[in-house]
Structure formats: structure tokens, C-alpha cells
């Protein structure tokens, strides 16, 4: 048996998405839009973690992206050291196929989740809150920033971030 204690900040995080109803684009029904279902899991342990997603009931072939919901805006659902090309081709963008089914992605991230993104240049981190997945009419991913709300960037599904149970069980000691 290890005496060392257990990690505060590891474990995983099961995402249960809602459709954001009011978001979508004028072009788009919105029977169709509320359709939309998604699952995931936001993972960390140590300085690591990762995001994964399914989502299906999406716009086929759509160009989405995902996004952490942090106390500092939001941020891509990726690592941070990521290149971004803002061309539909960035590291958060996801995969929809003809049949509005995302299968799965998944990004190694180079920091722990629960503690919270870095912030370049300082000792700071963006607590991240939630994550949501986002419609991006214009086709391209538009960097590290989601583009213009409402205009060219809809957000569809959302869903708080819990903490890991190893957290929670830390928290009640």
C-alpha cells in the first residue's frame, strides 16, 4: 500500500450536454436544432488530461468546434501549445460526418482540467466551468477565438464540468 496521498485533481468528469434552443442560425429549423444530443468526459490526473465527444442529431457536415466555458471567456478545447491555422482545420475543431454524427474525438491536453487552463506569460489559470459545443456557419474555425456569436458561431450544446470524485472526496475531508 502507497503512502503517498492521492492527487487532488484527477479522475474523470462525465459531461451531460442540454441543446441551447435559441442559439441557432435563422437558416436552421429549429425542430432540427434541438435535436442534437452529445456526451462526453474531461479527464485529468497530474499536469495532463484529456477531452473527449460524441455527438449526433448535428448539422451534417457541419464545421463545429469545442470550447471550454472558463471564469475568463472561452477557450479552445485543446491543448495549449496548439497551432491554429483558423481555417476549419484547428486542433478544437470537430469531425461531423454526412450524417450529422460526430463519432469521436478526443485531445490530449497538456495541462490538468480541473486545475484550470495557464495563462501564457503568467502564473494565472482560467478555471474552466463547462464546455460547449459550437456551430460555426461560416465554415472555418476562426482560431482561438469562436467567431461572432449569434452570427457566425452558434452555440448548440453545453454542459457543466463537475469535479473528479477524487476531488470531491478530497474537498469533504
Known amino acids: 500500500m502507497s503512502d503517498k ?48 465527444l460524441s ?6 457536415q457541419g464545421v463545429y468546434t469545442a470550447w471550454f466555458i472558463t471564469d475568463r471567456g ?9 497551432v491554429y491555422m483558423a481555417d476549419g482545420l484547428d486542433p478544437n475543431r470537430l ?5 450529422g454524427i460526430l463519432n469521436y474525438y478526443i485531445a490530449p491536453l497538456n495541462f490538468n482540467p480541473f486545475r484550470g487552463i495557464p495563462l501564457p506569460g503568467t502564473k494565472a489559470r482560467a478555471i474552466i466551468q463547462g464546455v460547449v459545443i459550437g456551430f460555426n456557419s461560416n465554415r472555418l474555425t476562426n482560431g482561438t477565438v469562436p467567431g461572432e456569436f449569434n452570427v457566425n458561431f452558434f452555440e448548440q ?7 473528479s470524485r477524487t476531488a470531491t472526496m478530497e474537498s469533504k475531508k
Do not use: H
Open 5 to 52: 496521498k492521492p492527487e487532488i485533481c484527477q479522475g474523470c468528469c462525465q459531461l451531460e450536454f442540454t441543446v441551447l434552443p435559441a442559439n441557432k442560425p435563422p437558416v436552421i429549423d429549429a425542430g432540427f436544432w434541438v435535436q442534437a444530443t452529445a456526451s462526453g468526459e474531461v479527464c485529468g490526473e497530474g499536469n495532463c488530461g484529456s477531452i473527449s
Open 55 to 60: 455527438a449526433e442529431g448535428l448539422i451534417p
Open 74 to 82: 472561452l477557450r479552445p478545447a485543446a491543448p495549449t501549445d496548439a
Open 95 to 99: 469531425v461531423v460526418n454526412s450524417a
Open 157 to 163: 450544446l453545453t454542459s457543466d464540468l463537475c469535479f
